[in-house]
């Protein structure tokens, strides 16, 4: 199983980024994706998830109405759309699946909003 996260960056506040996760090793399309944040000297919160069929999904309190999640079973690939971005959702993103029970993490992209 491998995960790779990409697409972050700097951005200024009220900004947008779509961050992507390239999936291999799997079948993609049998496994609920979650994307995940960790801000420095905080703990790993979830951020969004998608099932396998990309019917479902949910959100974290603090971005509701701001992200969304979406994936492309064809091109293996799990999406987050981030608009009206701010300063504390600056983090490292991870892109996460559970695997046979086992979680399997990417290697994060760095996400910082800043003027």
């Known amino acids: 199983v491998q995960l790779v996260e990409s697409g972050g960056g700097l951005v200024q506040p009220g900004g947008s980024l779509t961050l992507s996760c390239a999936a291999s090793?799997?079948?993609?399309?049998?496994?609920?994706m979650s994307w995940y944040r960790q801000a420095p000297g905080k703990k790993r919160e979830l951020v969004a998830s998608?099932?396998?069929?990309?019917?479902?999904?949910n959100y974290a309190d603090s971005v509701k109405g701001r992200f969304t999640i979406s994936r492309d079973n064809a091109k293996n690939t799990v999406y987050l759309q981030m608009n009206s971005l701010k300063p504390e959702d600056t983090a490292v993103y991870y892109c996460?699946?559970?695997?046979?029970?086992?979680?399997?993490w990417g290697q994060g992209t760095q996400v910082t909003v800043s003027s």
């Open positions: 090793g799997f079948t993609f399309s049998s496994y609920g």
């Open positions: 996460k699946t559970l695997y046979y029970f086992r979680p399997y």
């Open positions: 998608i099932t396998s069929a990309g019917g479902g999904t």
